[in-house]
């Protein structure tokens, strides 16, 4: 099969190279997914995960990607809840080969079933971003209606999923970004926006949830903005500099079946859009990983030609 690999952590992008791999192995609890689309993380040829197992040794080379919607072809021994011939989407191990290539093997508790209504681009922008921004604002800050939220990040692809998550909930919600993405940020339904590049952050005064994706010295001015009782939450990177009378949280997206689930439903009942940005093939998978190549909104990669 091809696939998209990744040898030497020196390379960084130019690293990234079409391959021809054997076929995955189904190990107990696993299914082997025909991959048609898939999502990845721009930062993830930083993560340990990319080139080591969890015993630490080295795995390379490795196929990135965590992120996939594809057809069930084969089920591992005690696999349950999968059939051959099923639509699915989710998410693939941090430390195993991941979802740019076209066959991989995932445990089948980390897919969930895919509507036939939904379209395999879409449903691939869906599983770490739409995890990440419910985790985020409910798990970790536990956002209720009538409280305030401010998203850096909001036209990417999990800040545009949390903004839309936080207005359905009865948030005031606030986006940061670029002069750009403000119409997309507003359209979304942010109640306002913030320049970064232009507009003073401080002048958002206080809000009960800051749920930061950029880090440095956003993640550290941020901190000010949280007031008493309310949480900072962020994915960049650990917090060194807290709020004075609130929490912080720094975490990493858990995989989660049952609301995997309750996403695409929202998703087919229009409550919830994920921003699909560019849509590329596998073979230019490192041109999509270039920071001057990025779009508001998740970029997909099509693995597959047909839908």
Same mark, same amino acid.
């Given at each position: 099969?091809?696939?998209?690999?990744?040898?030497?952590?020196?390379? &960084?992008?130019?690293?990234?190279?079409?391959?021809?791999?054997?076929?995955?192995?189904?190990?107990?609890?696993?299914?082997?997914?025909?991959?048609?689309?898939? $999502?990845?993380?721009?930062?993830? =040829?930083?993560?340990?995960?990319?080139?080591?197992?969890?015993?630490?040794?080295?795995?390379?080379?490795?196929? /990135?990607?965590?992120?996939?919607?594809?057809?069930?072809?084969?089920?591992?021994?005690?696999?349950?809840?999968?059939?051959?011939?099923?639509?699915?989407?989710?998410?693939t191990d941090w430390a195993r080969n991941g979802s740019l290539a076209?066959?991989?093997?995932?445990?089948?508790?980390?897919?969930?079933?895919?509507?036939?209504?939904?379209?395999?681009?879409?449903?691939?922008?869906?599983?770490?971003? $739409?995890?990440?921004?419910?985790?985020? =604002?409910?798990?970790?800050?536990?956002?209720?209606?009538?409280?305030?939220?401010?998203?850096?990040?909001?036209?990417?692809?999990?800040?545009? =999923?949390?903004?839309?998550?936080?207005?359905?909930? $009865?948030?005031?919600?606030?986006?940061?970004?670029?002069?750009?993405?403000?119409?997309?940020?507003?359209?979304?339904?942010?109640?306002?926006?913030?320049?970064?590049?232009?507009?003073?952050?401080?002048?958002?005064?206080?809000?009960?949830?800051?749920?930061?994706?950029?880090? &440095?010295?956003?993640?550290?001015?941020?901190?000010?903005?949280?007031?008493?009782? $309310?949480?900072?939450?962020?994915i960049a990177e650990p917090v060194t500099v807290h709020p004075r009378?609130?929490?912080?949280?720094?975490?990493?997206?858990? /995989?989660?079946?049952?609301?995997?689930?309750?996403?695409?439903?929202? =998703?087919?009942?229009?409550?919830?859009?994920?921003?699909?940005?560019?849509?590329?093939?596998?073979?230019?998978?490192?041109?999509?990983?270039? /920071?001057?190549?990025?779009?508001?909104?998740?970029?997909?990669?099509?693995?597959?030609?047909?839908?």
């Amino acid at each position: 099969m091809q696939a998209i690999t990744v040898q030497d952590r020196d390379a &960084g992008i130019s690293g990234l190279a079409l391959t021809e791999l054997p076929s995955p192995h189904a190990a107990e609890n696993d299914v082997i997914v025909q991959v048609h689309a898939a $999502g990845f993380t721009p930062g993830e =040829l930083d993560w340990p995960g990319t080139w080591t197992d969890r015993a630490g040794r080295d795995r390379t080379p490795s196929v /990135p990607g965590h992120e996939l919607s594809g057809v069930v072809t084969a089920l591992g021994y005690g696999t349950t809840g999968l059939t051959v011939g099923q639509r699915v989407f989710g998410l693939t191990d941090w430390a195993r080969n991941g979802s740019l290539a076209q066959y991989t093997a995932v445990e089948a508790r980390n897919l969930a079933p895919l509507a036939a209504d939904i379209d395999h681009v879409t449903a691939a922008a869906l599983p770490i971003s $739409g995890l990440t921004a419910w985790q985020a =604002l409910f798990d970790h800050a536990r956002l209720t209606a009538g409280q305030s939220v401010l998203i850096h990040g909001a036209a990417g692809g999990v800040g545009s =999923l949390a903004v839309q998550l936080a207005r359905e909930a $009865g948030a005031r919600t606030i986006g940061t970004g670029r002069a750009a993405d403000r119409d997309t940020v507003l359209g979304l339904g942010a109640d306002a926006f913030v320049d970064l590049q232009a507009e003073r952050l401080e002048d958002v005064g206080e809000v009960d949830v800051v749920f930061d994706v950029i880090g &440095g010295e956003i993640l550290e001015r941020s901190t000010a903005l949280v007031r008493l009782g $309310g949480t900072l939450v962020t994915i960049a990177e650990p917090v060194t500099v807290h709020p004075r009378e609130g929490r912080a949280v720094f975490f990493v997206v858990e /995989p989660d079946r049952v609301r995997l689930a309750d996403l695409a439903q929202r =998703l087919r009942e229009g409550r919830l859009k994920p921003l699909v940005g560019a849509v590329r093939p596998l073979a230019e998978t490192a041109a999509a990983f270039a /920071p001057d190549k990025r779009t508001p909104g998740k970029t997909i990669i099509r693995v597959t030609g047909d839908d």
